[in-house]
């Protein structure tokens, strides 16, 4: 029996975000959450099955863990286009401890989309299946539950044709994203979708996990979401960019916080960071997360945009000295 047959609903996820979602960054969500209150289930980055099989650097810093981290569920993303190296890929995952397999059909980047792969698959089920039925196969055999991240459609709603097929394959969790691929993060989402979903999940499988995803923010918003449309969790992607206390219920925005308490947090994920990866990432990879610190009128003053400009990580801790010193101008 796999891990998601009695995991307690609703279940609030990590959302799995390439460049984001690294172990650095999860372990920092767990260690902030108080070790208790944060997410039911952390996702990698995407991880390219060939990639993997190849062992090429990227891939091994996605499946790269440490703290003790797989003490707690953490699910794998993967994406590729070859049934067989799904299979392959699944075996080295589930012996390096992952919970589970989740299968990324839902990525709408143009460049992803133009190797065929993620939501490209929308628009080739033949494929979609082959991939489904392969790493079902696989997950079935190392005792991991299978999931799928997507959209509800391409180009246009496909909830019966799209989803209704991957229901009808028997996977353990599906992640909808009421958002058609087309138009990648633009638009609001279609939040109606999920109680599609869920009304074609009690027809075709009823053990299905369904998952709502895209731009829920709040616990409170997820709550009232779980509430109206029946579904079993949420999975949060950018909303942590806005508050990392987005798991501890009751708890105010993290940016409610004094600026030196901030500092201080992002101090020691940057040395975090820099000790894991060192020169094998791209330090510019890392100004993603510093928005995450600053509330917008900080984000205005001259020493964030020095701190954004830091060309090293030398640079960088003298600009965040200079920020402590004038602490107080920024409250």
């Known amino acids: 029996m796999n891990f998601l047959s009695n995991i307690s609903r609703p279940i609030m996820i990590l959302a799995p975000m390439e460049d984001v979602t690294d172990t650095v960054f999860r372990n920092l969500i767990h260690l902030i959450s108080n070790g208790k209150d944060g997410p039911d289930i952390y996702f990698t980055e995407f991880i390219s099955v060939k990639g993997l099989l190849n062992k090429s650097r990227q891939s091994i810093q996605h499946i790269l863990t440490k703290n003790d981290e797989l003490k707690r569920p953490l699910i794998a993303q993967i994406w590729g286009k070859d049934p067989d190296e799904f ?57 991991l539950p299978l999931s799928v991240k997507t959209r509800h459609g391409f180009f246009d709603s496909e909830v019966e044709d799209w989803l209704g097929f991957l229901l009808k394959l028997g996977i353990d969790m599906l992640t909808v994203h009421p958002r058609l691929a087309i138009n990648q993060s633009e638009g609001s989402i279609d939040v109606v979708v999920f109680g599609e979903v869920v009304k074609l999940r009690n027809q075709i499988n ?21 509430r109206k ?42 040395t ?30 001259e020493y964030f ?22 602490g107080d101008e920024l409250k």
């Open 87 to 143: 299979f392959k890929a699944i075996e080295i995952l589930s012996n390096l401890g992952f919970w589970g397999i989740d299968l990324n059909m839902g990525c709408p980047k143009r460049k992803i989309v133009k190797k065929g792969v993620c939501s490209a698959l929308i628009n080739n089920k033949s494929l979609a299946r082959e991939i489904i039925i392969a790493s079902k196969e696989a997950c079935l055999k190392f005792g």
């Open 206 to 226: 009823p053990s299905t996990l369904v998952i709502g995803n895209g731009d829920i923010l709040s616990l409170k918003q997820a709550h009232q979401i779980v």
């Open 229 to 270: 449309y029946s579904i079993d969790g949420v999975m949060f992607g950018r909303g942590i960019f806005r508050n990392l206390n987005l798991f501890r219920e009751g708890l105010p925005n993290f940016l409610n916080n004094n600026l030196n308490f901030r500092l201080n947090i992002l101090k020691f994920h940057i």
């Open 272 to 301: 975090d960071f820099h000790s894991t990866w060192g020169i094998t990432k791209d330090f510019n990879k890392l100004k993603k997360y510093f928005k995450i610190y600053f509330n917008e009128d900080e984000r205005d003053s």
């Open 305 to 326: 945009y020095n701190i954004m400009n830091s060309n090293n990580y030398d640079e960088l801790f003298e600009n965040l000295r200079r920020m402590d010193v004038i």
